[in-house]
Nanobody, 124 residues
Framework: QVQLVESGGGLVQAGASLRLSCAAS????????MGWFRQAPGKGREFLAR????????YYADSAKGRFTISGDNPRNTVYLQMNSLKPEDTAVYYC?????????????????WGQGTQVTVSS
């Protein structure tokens, strides 16, 4: 099992930046990629970005390109999501996920472990 714990969410004004963190523990060697998703009220869970734990290969949803950056710290088993120029429509619960597949994609079914989520609220 892999346990994931997100942190770094909060209430910010439009235009601000936030950096979310996701710390992994347990059988972390089984996770070959980690990703970030978000879920706004009344909407489905949306893929944002993925990074491979070996090589740091990244993949972004179109909605995340340009403002969001995913990065990883392998020795600390931690993945980050830097979010800039936040907009009210970015308000959502943000989830970290881990996959046993190296090149996991945007489908939530490709991810095996999930964190509990962290709330991001952007006010106008």
């Amino acid at each position: 099992q892999v346990q994931l714990v997100e942190s770094g969410g909060g209430l910010v004004q439009a235009g601000a930046s936030l950096r979310l963190s996701c710390a992994a523990s347990g059988r972390t060697f089984s996770s070959r990629a980690m990703g970030w998703f978000r879920q706004a009220p009344g909407k489905g869970r949306e893929f944002l970005a993925r990074i491979t734990m070996s090589g740091g290969h990244t993949y972004y949803a179109d909605s995340a390109k340009g403002r969001f950056t995913i990065s990883g710290d392998n020795p600390r088993n931690t993945v980050y999501l830097q979010m800039n120029s936040l907009k009210p429509e970015d308000t959502a619960v943000y989830y970290c996920a881990a996959s046993r597949e190296y090149y996991s994609g945007s489908n939530r079914g490709e991810y095996d472990y999930w964190g509990q989520g962290t709330q991001v609220t952007v006010s106008s």
